[in-house]
């Protein structure tokens, strides 16, 4: 088990009603560390939701937007979505790019009993134990 696996095992075990939780790195979508206890949570599932989280928030229609509000302020092109809230019918997915690390992103996938607060708070707070570990595995 990764150290990254092992921060991601601490969110779900902190979080009621957590079902699995993932940094994917943005430039390829490969999965640096996950977590879970669903049983239909395979890696072709687990390697899905994270190309629909990179696409979320650098797919080519977010993209275009961003370029064109950069363009409408007058200055260059720059990533601007920043945290991304999903709910599907028996979910909910708290997702957020590392402030220090931008071509990551960090998914908690919760059901729907999970507290907004307790969701966003536990994502939030895992940013402060993953960018350590991707500091060092890019030094």
Aim: proline residues 2%.
């Amino acid at each position: 088990m990764s150290s990254l696996d092992e921060v991601m095992a601490s969110v779900i075990e902190e979080v009621d009603g957590a079902l699995g939780c993932a940094v994917a790195d943005m430039r390829s979508g490969a999965l640096l560390g996950v977590a879970h206890h669903v049983s239909y949570f395979t890696q072709e599932y687990l390697e899905a939701v994270a190309a629909a989280a990179v696409e979320m928030f650098r797919g080519q229609t977010v993209r275009h937007v961003e370029d064109l509000i950069s363009a409408k302020r007058g200055r260059s092109s720059e990533r601007l979505l920043e945290e991304v809230q999903m709910t599907t019918r028996h979910t909910i997915h708290f997702m957020m790019v590392l402030p220090n690390h931008p071509e990551a992103v960090v998914v908690l996938i919760t059901n729907r009993e999970t507290s907004l607060g307790m969701g966003w708070s536990a994502t939030r707070r895992s940013v402060l134990q993953i960018e350590p570990i991707l500091d060092d595995l890019t030094d």
